[in-house]
């Protein structure tokens, strides 16, 4: 480090701080979209429910279609199953699901009798949304993102009604800006016999997050 290459002091660190949010808070879309929502209410030309309604079914329906299909295919293809995961990213778009590597990476975490997996973002609310549509409300809590961590076999079997045995071991496994879980739950009993598109239908959101176990 040179005479001229010292670190900031901390007024200096509190104003950059400051312009780093003032410059997300510019470029979120969020805040504008909101504002469009609330100018469309209030010119009765869109009702909040719905809005509501469309959000829903993007986070339930539409947005973790893609996952279910990957699971789908995990639980029909052994072969497939592996690939999936050895390389998520590879298996994922091998049904044409467009994952833009340059953005995210998505490893693949396959529940079994002896471990449930579970997944957070602990810093902010980093997820698969590729695979898995938008994140659900709660995801986002500070509430879910730090008992998760701390409790997660109480928050499970209290918040999800997912009572695990004891000898279940829960794995915790915090996403970043750069890598993303997703989860291949359990194939549910009673599904023997049935094709890859019945088989989305036993796929939920909540199961490939770790909130839900179909076993």
């Not at 003032?22 to 504008?32: H, N, S, V």
């Not at 947005?63 to 299909?69: D, R, S």
Request: glycine fraction near 4%.
């Amino acid at each position: 480090m040179s005479d001229h290459d010292h670190p900031p002091d901390d007024s200096t660190r509190a104003s950059i701080d400051e312009t780093v949010e003032a410059l997300a808070r510019e470029y979120d879309p969020e805040p504008r979209a909101r504002a469009l929502q609330s100018l469309l209410v209030e010119k009765e030309l869109l009702s909040t429910d719905a809005v509501d309604a469309v959000v829903s079914t993007y986070e339930r329906e539409i947005g973790p279609l893609n996952g279910a299909k990957v699971v789908a295919r995990a639980w029909s293809d052994e072969a497939y199953r592996r690939r999936l995961l050895d390389d998520g990213m590879a298996a994922i778009e091998e049904l044409d699901v467009e994952v833009n590597g340059d953005v995210m990476e998505i490893e693949v975490l396959e529940n079994t009798p002896e471990t449930h997996n579970v997944v957070v973002c602990t810093l902010c609310s980093c997820y698969p949304w590729a695979v898995l549509g938008l994140p659900p409300t709660w995801y986002k809590s500070p509430s879910y993102r730090s008992r998760v961590v701390r409790e997660p076999r109480a928050l499970l079997r209290e918040e999800f009604g997912v009572d695990l045995d004891d000898d279940v071991a829960v794995d915790v496994w915090d996403s970043t800006s750069e890598l993303r879980y997703m989860v291949l739950p359990q194939r549910p009993p009673g599904t023997d016999g049935l094709d890859e598109a019945e088989l989305v239908e036993h796929v939920t959101r909540d199961s490939m997050i770790g909130v839900d176990r179909l076993a």
